[in-house]
Nanobody
Framework: QVQLVESGGGSVQSGDSLRLSCAAS????????MGWFRQAPGKEREFVAA????????YYVDSVKGRFTIDRDNAKNTVYLQMNSLKPEDTAVYYC????????????????WGQGTQVAVSS
């Protein structure tokens, strides 16, 4: 069983930055594709970014390309999401997730989820 704990959310102004962290325990972290998703009130959970086992490959939803960066530190069992130039439309609960297979943009393909961290961006 893998446990994921997110941190780093908060309330910021438009244009500010935040760095989310997701600490994993209970499994072989370096074997998982890790993803970040977000869910705004009344909306479906949305793919944000994913990173391969080694960190060599990263994937982003178009709306965050050039502003967000996903990376991981396998020695610390942690994946990060650096969010720059935040916009009000980035407001959501952000979740990290672990995929034991090959990774995807579909939430249902991920095997483990954290509890989420709230990000609120005001204009």
């Amino acid at each position: 069983q893998v446990q994921l704990v997110e941190s780093g959310g908060g309330s910021v102004q438009s244009g500010d930055s935040l760095r989310l962290s997701c600490a994993a325990s209970g499994g072989s972290f370096s074997s998982y594709v890790m993803g970040w998703f977000r869910q705004a009130p009344g909306k479906e959970r949305e793919f944000v970014a994913a990173i391969s086992w080694s960190g060599a490959r990263t994937y982003y939803v178009d709306s965050v390309k050039g502003r967000f960066t996903i990376d991981r530190d396998n020695a610390k069992n942690t994946v990060y999401l650096q969010m720059n130039s935040l916009k009000p439309e980035d407001t959501a609960v952000y979740y990290c997730a672990a995929d034991l297979a090959y990774g995807s943009r579909r939430p249902n393909d991920y095997d483990y989820w954290g509890q989420g961290t709230q990000v609120a961006v005001s204009s």
